[in-house]
């Protein structure tokens, strides 16, 4: 099964709202990720997970909060976000670091609008 | 610096015609992932290639094939017989082979067949 799910598939949320995305993959895999993929550009990577650990934090601002609360799941905490963080937010997963495959999977990602 | 390049911003050509996909890439590391993944409208970025920095033997998969050079730094995909379901922007990514999880990808390629 090489399937990560990521729910809601479409948000729309206030500037004050909080709200929450989530991502589940069941393949193994210990390391996870988000991206963020604005039109016709390519994704960003914002966090990675690697063994449940923050690796990476790409000086993402702070109103995007992650958790890793299993090796199964990844959520990403939304608060008092802006219009321009409108965007398709991709989870991702993949083998650890000296894998023999390192191949990333990507979820279908989830379309948040801010208004 | 790390970077890749995808010079061609969009494709369009006719079902059964053969496309071919440029992708040239910078790093310093001598070893290093490079990738080819498809993103068709649903969002979804799907897994089509991985190769090692290492074995720079070409690669088919049915009606697709991978050119990698390491001597011009170039990983060129090619569709042959392309279908109405090709349609989709597919980008090109490299992974340094650290511990750094980080994909850089190129700016993407959107490739229309029409019927």
């Known amino acids: 099964d090489t399937e990560v799910t990521q729910t809601p598939k479409h948000l729309v949320m206030g500037m004050t709202n909080k709200k929450s995305l989530k991502c589940e993959q069941h393949?193994?895999?210990?390391?996870m990720y988000w991206y963020k993929q604005k039109a016709k550009k390519p994704p960003e990577l914002m966090f990675v997970?690697?063994?449940?650990?923050?690796?990476i934090n790409e000086s993402v601002p702070s109103r995007f909060s992650p958790e890793c609360p299993n090796s199964s799941l990844l959520n990403l905490h939304l608060h008092a976000l802006q219009p321009e963080d409108s965007a398709l937010y991709l989870c991702?997963?993949?083998?650890?670091?000296?894998?023999?495959?390192?191949?990333?999977?990507f979820g279908q990602g989830t379309r948040l609008t801010v208004v | 610096a790390q970077k890749v390049t995808q010079a061609q911003t969009e494709i369009s050509v006719v079902e059964k015609e053969d496309v071919t996909l440029d992708c040239v890439y910078e790093?310093?590391?001598?070893?290093?992932?490079l990738f080819w993944y498809k993103q068709p409208p649903s969002g979804e970025l799907v897994f089509l290639i991985r190769?090692?920095?290492?074995?720079?033997q070409n690669e088919i998969s049915g009606r697709y094939s991978w050119n990698f050079q390491k001597s011009t730094s170039s990983f060129n995909f090619t569709i042959t017989a392309s279908q109405v379901v090709d349609s989709a922007v597919y980008f090109c990514?490299?992974?340094?082979?650290?511990?750094?999880?980080?994909?850089?990808f190129g700016s993407g390629t959107r490739l229309l067949v029409r019927p």
């Open positions: 393949m193994g895999h210990r390391a």
């Open positions: 790093t310093r590391d001598t070893t290093y992932y």
């Open positions: 997970y690697s063994y449940e650990k923050l690796s």
């Open positions: 990514a490299l992974n340094p082979m650290d511990s750094s999880y980080k994909l850089i």
């Open positions: 991702a997963s993949s083998p650890p670091r000296g894998s023999p495959n390192t191949e990333a999977f």
């Open positions: 190769r090692n920095s290492f074995d720079e």
